[in-house]
């Protein structure tokens, strides 16, 4: 058995794994999917939340576990899940990024995420400066996020998405050679994905070289469209 910690991307909550997780408790393992600050039923003010509120709030959860854990993120999970690395490097077994924001030390998401020109987020964007936050623009977020799910599926994730804070976006990751790069990492990419493109992935995860390469043809949530196939590439990493 081993133990999975799942983190959600920008706008989502652990609700988006409920496909996932009843099928990796089914095959034997531990799985923790929680809200990160400001998101799901977690009632946080975006104003109030940095990249240090999720990295913090992580931390507590893997401090929980009685073993190292596959720690895996979701899109801007990615930034969480390699400063959590820098923290408890201990409490880790395998970090793998599911089409998630593999930065190298000092970059930020947004500063990737703008260079990423395939990409159908950044000019969908809404920005409240009041609020500290950002949304996207209702009748993209089908084609940005969800383009091969099931009408039901994107209606459900529509209800539950809650605006982005901004400023964990805008945080630069500080990671070191000592404790970061010495975790295995794994990249699961999606082909078809038009929230972070292939492109943009596959630049990502040559930068920082993982140790294995897992590709899936699916758009950027296969939590949603492709549960089996993914929780078939989580329980099988390394065989």
Same mark, same amino acid.
């Given at each position: 058995?081993?133990?999975?910690?799942?983190?959600?991307?920008? $706008?989502?909550?652990? $609700?988006? $794994?409920?496909? &996932?997780?009843?099928?990796?408790? =089914?095959? +034997?393992?531990?799985? &923790?999917?929680?809200?990160?600050?400001?998101?799901?039923?977690?009632?946080?003010?975006?104003?109030?939340?940095?990249?240090?509120?999720?990295?913090?709030?992580?931390?507590?959860?893997?401090?929980?576990?009685?073993?190292?854990?596959?720690?895996?993120?979701?899109?801007?999970?990615?930034?969480?899940?390699?400063?959590?690395?820098?923290?408890?490097?201990?409490?880790?077994?395998?970090?793998?990024?599911?089409?998630?924001?593999?930065?190298?030390?000092?970059?930020?998401?947004?500063?990737?995420?703008? +260079?990423?020109?395939?990409?159908?987020?950044?000019?969908?964007?809404?920005?409240?400066?009041?609020?500290?936050?950002?949304? &996207? /623009?209702?009748?993209?977020?089908?084609?940005?996020?969800?383009?091969?799910?099931?009408?039901?599926? &994107?209606?459900? !994730?529509?209800?539950?998405? /809650?605006?982005?804070?901004?400023?964990?976006?805008?945080?630069?990751?500080?990671?070191?050679?000592?404790?970061?790069?010495?975790?295995? /990492?794994?990249?699961?990419?999606?082909? /078809?994905?038009?929230?972070?493109?292939? !492109?943009?992935?596959? =630049?990502?995860?040559?930068?920082?070289?993982? =140790?294995?390469?897992?590709?899936?043809?699916?758009?950027?949530?296969?939590?949603?469209?492709?549960?089996?196939?993914?929780?078939?590439?989580?329980?099988?990493?390394?065989?």
């Amino acid at each position: 058995m081993s133990t999975y910690v799942l983190i959600h991307g920008a $706008w989502h909550g652990g $609700w988006c $794994w409920n496909k &996932v997780v009843p099928l990796l408790e =089914q095959a +034997g393992h531990k799985v &923790v999917a929680s809200d990160l600050p400001g998101h799901g039923d977690d009632k946080t003010s975006p104003s109030e939340i940095l990249l240090h509120s999720y990295v913090e709030h992580v931390c507590q959860l893997l401090k929980a576990q009685s073993e190292p854990v596959y720690l895996v993120g979701h899109s801007m999970g990615g930034i969480v899940i390699s400063q959590v690395a820098e923290y408890q490097p201990d409490k880790i077994k395998t970090l793998v990024y599911l089409t998630a924001f593999l930065l190298q030390n000092g970059e930020s998401l947004s500063q990737v995420a703008q +260079g990423d020109t395939e990409s159908l987020f950044p000019p969908n964007l809404i920005i409240n400066e009041a609020q500290g936050s950002c949304t &996207v /623009r209702e009748d993209a977020i089908k084609d940005i996020f969800y383009g091969d799910c099931t009408d039901t599926d &994107v209606a459900q !994730a529509k209800s539950l998405l /809650r605006p982005q804070a901004f400023a964990p976006l805008n945080t630069p990751i500080n990671i070191t050679e000592e404790k970061f790069n010495q975790l295995p /990492r794994i990249y699961i990419e999606c082909l /078809r994905d038009k929230a972070i493109s292939p !492109a943009i992935q596959k =630049q990502m995860y040559t930068a920082l070289p993982c =140790q294995q390469v897992i590709s899936m043809d699916t758009s950027h949530s296969p939590f949603f469209s492709a549960p089996e196939k993914l929780v078939e590439h989580l329980t099988g990493l390394y065989n």
